[in-house]
């Protein structure tokens, strides 16, 4: 027996390129590189202060000294209901609910108790990194399907169809986009939603940047759109993008009971409870003023707008202006020609090492033609960053 050799799960595994992409670019930092970092999704503001007050008192009063149930406390759970019922007038039960730890978490617990070995779950390509990987760790087949730039990085029933299979089990849909900021219509997503109905498949909704919308797009949850699809709907969602929470790891699940009921088991096995007094602190974020979300909000939409035409200016650059989450995602393959770039991880490593500019390839999203810009950064860093990589580019179409 070859005792220290990894499992195939294991060596079948990508790390994270988003979370690499942004530890490089600190460790350059901290080296004393003038490294501004691009990279990483999560909002620059604090936690609002009375989430953090929340936290405090959650400390204070003893809150922290006992395991909470595996699926997060009673009055958090009720949060999640009230909050679903409050937004967007979509009933739950406290039993269709978990917490866990982080969005991410979540994801991960629902494909493993979902996925059999060969199931397939539909992806549309450029698709959030972590997706892919989740399915292959629990034995299931990613199917990629291209969502056109043409159709600002939308797939329609029609592609669907096409890459649907007698084993597939669900469908993924993350509206807004990370990376791309693209958001479904309502019709669209009706149509999405009888498809999968039709077809018994389950749909995963990644609604963790619901809040963040710009211009006049709007965000539809698709279990809304009718009780059928809402049946056969996981919603995935969490504090860590709206109220500016990642660290505090707390994301949930809403849906079936069963479905529900079988994540809890698994994560009373391999995590039990999310973090106490992060659960105080959601309870706070969820049921609490809601003031500093649209702070956030107008905030990232002026940086959005901003960043877009600084982009814009970049030579060979052509960039979908965004309706929602907090990324630009454009694509550079003439700028990359313009440069001598074949290979979009070259041109994200050269824009590091030569304007000290950290971007994340395209490539983990799928998408080897773009790379993704984070604008969850003061303006001054995001029109620098901007600059730097427009004279990057300008310097090397000289030569
Ligand atoms: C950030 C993110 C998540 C995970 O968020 P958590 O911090 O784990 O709650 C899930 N989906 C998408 C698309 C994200 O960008």
Redesign the pocket.
């Known amino acids: 027996m070859k005792r220290m050799e990894l499992s195939k799960r294991a060596l079948k595994m990508e790390p994270s390129v988003t979370l690499a992409a942004s530890a490089k670019a600190k460790t350059l930092k901290a080296e004393g590189k003038d490294v501004l970092s691009l990279t990483v999704?999560e909002p620059d503001f604090a936690t609002p202060k009375n989430i953090q007050e929340a936290a405090k008192k959650a400390i204070e009063f003893g809150e922290t000294s006992y395991y909470t149930p595996t699926a997060g406390i009673p009055a958090l759970r009720q949060a999640v209901v009230d909050y679903m019922q409050d937004n967007y007038d979509l009933t739950y039960k406290v039993s269709e609910t978990i917490i866990t730890n982080?969005?991410?978490?979540a994801?991960y617990l629902l494909f493993q108790v979902l996925l059999d070995e060969e199931d397939e779950v539909i992806i549309p390509t450029p698709y959030?990194v972590s997706y892919s990987e989740q399915v292959k760790l629990a034995d299931g087949v990613p199917v990629f399907v291209e969502a056109l730039e043409d159709n600002d990085y939308k797939v329609t029933v029609s592609q669907l169809e096409q890459v649907k299979s007698a084993k597939t089990k669900a469908i993924l849909l993350?509206s807004p986009s990370?990376p791309t900021g693209m958001i479904y219509t309502k019709e669209e997503l009706q149509a999405i939603g009888e498809w999968a109905v039709a077809n018994q498949l389950v749909i995963v909704a990644?609604d963790?940047?619901g809040h963040f919308i710009y211009g006049d797009a709007e965000f539809t949850p698709i279990a809304t759109l009718s009780d059928a699809i809402r049946a056969q709907t996981i919603i995935?969602n969490?504090v860590?993008?709206t109220y500016s929470m990642?660290g505090w790891?707390?994301?949930f699940a809403i849906g079936d009971q069963k479905i529900i009921r079988a994540m809890t088991d698994l994560a009373s096995q391999a995590s039990s409870n999310p973090t106490a007094v992060s659960q105080y602190a959601a309870i706070e974020a969820l049921s609490g003023s809601q003031e500093s979300v649209e702070v956030m909000r107008q905030a990232f939409e002026e940086r959005m707008e901003k960043t877009y035409q600084w982009l814009s200016e970049v030579p060979g650059i052509t960039v979908r202006k965004p309706q929602g989450a907090f990324y630009l995602f454009p694509n550079v393959r003439e700028t990359m020609t313009i440069c001598g770039y074949e290979d979009v991880n070259d041109f994200v490593e050269a824009l590091l090492v030569e304007a000290n500019v950290a971007v994340v390839t395209g490539k983990g999203f799928g998408a080897p033609d773009n790379i993704r810009l984070s604008y969850a950064a003061d303006l001054a860093t995001l029109e620098e960053a901007v600059k730097r990589i427009k004279h990057f580019v300008e310097k090397k179409q000289q030569k």
């Open positions: 999704g982080g969005a991410k978490f994801l959030w993350n990370n990644d963790i940047y995935i969490g860590s993008k990642t790891r707390i994301g």
